[in-house]
């Protein structure tokens, strides 16, 4: 049955690293003035000749966010259920490796984590927790999820992929989206940055949004970790597998989020290093070649940032996260996953939001995004 191997196995990096170094301004411009982009616009306007028209990338990307998601911000915040982990990963504080003091939630806890929640505001919670199957395994999601479904109007996941039949138990037991994140596309290094592990199974994790798109998940998220590989290549096969799914779920909505690695127990230093301006013009690219995809900006990046991509293409941000399991009110000291940047309150975040002269939605999904 087809999956995106397929499509990711007509493509070389190296092929794709030649390729952006060789794009023109004149190349750009035809990409900027198309109604209608492909994937070879995408890296027309991701690509270094891009980045002396990166003012103009940003009107236009504002005005296409606006034309189709409104003036609206969904915020969302994460819930992480533990830090146990199988996986050796070289940049997370939760890797096997990390002498650390390990934490998994209980239903009480979990309830207090989602109390301190509900009193800010929130109702869009993220789940996510590190993969240790025999601890936190699927009956533990199912659990945790038909604990919160009842307090919360959608549940998004964030956890170790799973099989088709997982996910289409998850989607039943009330599952709205599943984020899993490649980390880099670059299957010669993959294994360097996951040397012990399922996660170390590159193949296996390509395939996954196809198993939650088979699965008939509402809405998937993808991303790369910015910093392992060259930024550009990465999203460019980001972007591509995105394309595809698009096309072969077509029922699905979708996302795209935009981690930079940030300090935590243990890490390697980031490879590559990604300016804001940078990712600026990432994230202006990905808005103007497909106007349909929600853009999440996390509290990862810092204040300032996060201050001007209210307007400039984002339609989701997180605020007032933590990273550590119990983060909330059940153990505020135990180990972060990585650093937040942006520390602010909900209530600061939601004023920056007003500010811009944008809404800070905490209703339904559906409706926020429709404008409504």
């Known amino acids: 049955m087809k999956s995106f191997t397929s499509v990711f196995e007509q493509y070389l990096w190296d092929d794709i690293k030649y390729r952006l170094e060789k794009v023109t301004p004149a190349d750009v411009e035809r990409s ?15 690509s270094p000749a891009a980045a002396g028209k990166l003012e103009v990338m940003a009107g236009m990307a504002q005005r296409l966010t606006q034309k189709r998601f409104g003036k609206t911000i969904q915020l969302y915040a994460p819930l992480y259920l533990s830090n146990e982990c199988q996986n050796i990963c070289t940049y997370c504080g939760f890797s096997l490796d990390n002498p650390i003091k390990r934490k998994t939630l209980s239903d009480t806890e979990l309830m207090m984590e989602a109390s301190v929640l509900k009193s800010m505001g929130v109702n869009h919670v993220l789940l996510v927790s590190g993969e240790a199957n025999k601890t936190v395994g699927i009956s533990y999601f199912m659990n945790a999820v038909k604990l919160l479904k009842p307090h919360f109007a959608n549940i998004s996941i964030e956890v170790q992929p799973l099989s088709e039949e997982k996910y289409r138990q998850l989607h039943e037991t009330g599952v709205d989206a599943v984020l899993v994140y490649q980390e880099t596309y670059h299957q010669e290094v993959y294994k360097k940055y996951h040397p012990k592990g399922k996660k170390s ?11 939650i798109g088979k699965a008939g998940i509402h809405k998937m998220g993808l991303g790369v970790l910015l910093g392992l590989e060259d930024w550009r290549v990465d999203s460019f096969f980001n972007a591509l597998h995105i394309d595809y799914l698009q096309k072969q779920y077509w029922k699905s909505r979708f996302s795209v989020s935009f981690p930079r690695l940030r300090p935590a127990e243990g890490i390697t230093e980031p490879n590559f290093i990604m300016s804001d301006k940078d990712l600026l013009q990432l994230i202006c690219a990905y808005r103007i070649w497909n ?77 926020a995004y429709s404008g409504i």
């Open 201 to 211: 199974n590159f193949g296996f994790r390509l395939e996954t949004p196809d198993r």
């Open 32 to 46: 900027l003035h198309k109604t209608s982009r492909t994937i070879d616009d995408f890296l027309n306007l991701i």
């Open 291 to 367: 106007e349909d995809l929600e853009i999440s900006i996390s509290t990862r990046e810092n204040e300032t940032f996060r201050n001007h991509i209210v307007s400039l293409g984002a339609t989701a941000m997180s605020a007032a996260s933590k990273t550590n399991p119990g983060g909330y009110a059940v153990d505020k000291e135990s180990l972060e996953q990585f650093e937040t940047s942006d520390e602010r309150s909900m209530e600061e975040i939601k004023s920056i939001i007003r500010k811009a002269g944008y809404d800070p939605v905490m209703k339904d999904w559906d409706a």
